[in-house]
């Protein structure tokens, strides 16, 4: 597993620390996953409201 340092900036100072990169890829994915699946609700959601509107709705991605 890779580890790189980074400066943390802290209101009581500054500090390095070593961080794990697999780490970080992993709470990226959580994170990325959590707003895709937002994003996925929104758009059916929206798409719900536009056929409400208009039997025949045409949606171009």
């Known amino acids: 597993m ?3 340092t980074v400066l943390v ?3 009581f100072g500054n500090y390095l620390k070593e961080i794990n990169l ?3 890829n992993e ?3 959580e994170e990325m996953q ?3 699946l937002e994003l ?3 758009t ?3 798409l719900k409201k536009l056929r409400n509107e208009n039997k025949n ?3 171009e991605l």
Do not use: L, N
């Open 34 to 36: 959590a707003v895709m």
């Open 27 to 29: 709470e990226y994915r």
């Open 2 to 4: 890779k580890k790189r």
């Open 9 to 11: 900036k802290s209101s």
């Open 40 to 42: 996925k609700i929104k």
């Open 22 to 24: 697999g780490d970080i």
């Open 57 to 59: 709705p045409k949606v």
């Open 44 to 46: 059916s959601v929206f």
